[in-house]
């Protein structure tokens, strides 16, 4: 499975004793990067990456995702303190990424004089992390799962196959992502109502208020988002046509570069409505 020769790799140097003191795992899918990270934290804190990690005191753990920055600088002091056992921790940052410059900057400083036994484990799109935090960590790249697997795991969990072929369309190589479209109502519901926005406005119509799926909360809207982005790159590989009007490749491009631009916009804490309010007149402008 993707992912698992890293892992492996990964585990041999840790148990020689060979580790760095910050690593960034990429994968666009969280859920993998996630499983590795508790299999690390459990490595270094318990001596063995198949023991449940659970609340451990060593295990400290960080969501990015609207993280205040006195918190961060709280933790980030307390490190100075020795780990509750084998002088060993794991800090877990999630979604480094979601952090705005100020805070990435806060983290920085700890990771430039690291503390004696911890190791940051960050995860996140590497494009929105700072490049002086990047050069600071050894990065982990973990490869997406094959569509045909991801098809064929669909097919035998009793998805149909139209639902499957909407799913991999849409779910960018990501298996848990691809699930949650067939198996989670409020997760599919988004996708539909995202499609249906950015076909609105290709056609050249206003949308002057979002459906409740994609408005909800930052996570929601950003999830839209990364659909619609999906919904793009297949105009922009002909794996499926906008009814009755044809795009070139720099328009598709542009209008990827508009909702790339509206998914940093949310990342930052802008307005949801705002943002996509700008990305209607962008895209409408393009087309």
Do not use: W
């Not at 509750?84 to 900057?105: A, C, I, M, P, T």
């Not at 991999?168 to 988004?190: K, P």
């Not at 249906?196 to 290709?202: A, D, K, P």
């Amino acid at each position: 499975m993707a992912g698992d020769q890293t892992k492996a790799s990964l585990i041999r140097g840790i148990k020689s004793g060979y580790y760095s003191h910050a690593y960034i795992i990429s994968c666009a899918d969280e859920i993998k990067a996630h499983e590795l990270v508790v299999s690390i934290a459990a490595l270094i804190c318990l001596g063995d990456e198949t023991r449940n990690i659970g609340d451990n005191p060593d295990f400290i753990t960080l969501d990015c995702d609207g993280l205040p920055i006195d918190k961060l600088r709280e933790v980030m002091n307390e490190l100075c303190f020795r780990p509750f056992s084998d002088n060993k921790r794991v800090v877990y940052l999630k979604g480094v990424h979601l952090l705005d410059e100020k805070k990435q900057n806060a983290l920085l400083k700890t990771l430039e004089e690291p503390p004696d036994g911890t190791v940051f484990m960050l995860t996140g799109t590497e494009a929105g992390i700072l490049p002086t935090i990047r050069s600071r960590c050894t990065r982990l790249r973990i490869a997406l799962d094959a569509d045909d697997d991801i098809f064929g795991a669909l097919l035998r969990s009793g998805v149909s196959e139209a639902d499957a072929e909407r799913a991999l369309m849409y779910c960018g190589g990501i298996e848990s992502r691809a699930n949650a479209i067939c198996f989670d109502e409020t997760v599919s519901s988004i996708l539909s109502d995202s499609v249906s926005y950015i076909e609105t406005v290709l056609g050249g119509r206003a949308v002057f208020s979002l459906p409740k799926t994609i408005s909800a909360d930052r996570a929601s809207a950003r999830l839209s988002l990364e659909f619609m982005l999906e919904y793009m790159g297949n105009l922009l590989s002909a794996k499926t046509t906008f009814p009755n009007k044809v795009f070139t490749g720099r328009q598709i491009s542009d209008i990827i570069n508009q909702i790339a631009v509206t998914l940093m916009r949310i990342q930052q804490n802008d307005s949801i409505q705002q943002a996509f309010d700008c990305l209607a007149a962008s895209v409408l402008e393009i087309v």
